[in-house]
Nanobody
């Protein structure tokens, strides 16, 4: 049974940083990984993705330059470093895994999902 467990969310003020972690029960070195988020009343949206090689990454325009996705294959963990947080970053953040090649931005192409971690940014 595949498990992805997110952690690191919380309530913070605008301008600070948070690092989310996604601990996986699978060998993340053989999966492309992604982070998505869902704000109340909105659809789940793409945030960042990293290829299984770790060489390629891609970001949503709204987080480019502020967020960084990375992976530690030895720990089977994927991270999302979030800097200069804004109130509009408030959402539940989800980690996802797929066997697809390359960086994957569509949530329909992901096979496994975590339960999410809440990030709330106050102004």
């Amino acid at each position: 049974q595949v498990q992805l467990v997110e952690s690191g969310g919380g309530l913070v003020q605008a301008g600070v940083s948070l690092r989310l972690s996604c601990a996986a029960s699978i060998r993340v070195s053989t999966y492309a990984m992604g982070w998505f988020r869902q704000a109340p009343g909105k659809e789940r949206e793409f945030v960042a993705a990293i290829s299984w090689t770790g060489i390629s990454t891609l970001y949503a325009d709204s987080v480019k330059g502020r967020f960084t996705i990375s992976r530690d294959n030895a720990k089977n963990t994927v991270y999302l470093q979030m800097n200069i947080l804004k109130p509009e970053d408030t959402a539940v953040y989800y980690c996802a895994a797929t066997k697809a090649i390359g960086v994957v931005t569509s949530r329909r192409n992901y096979d496994y999902w975590g339960q999410g971690t809440q990030v709330t940014v106050s102004s």
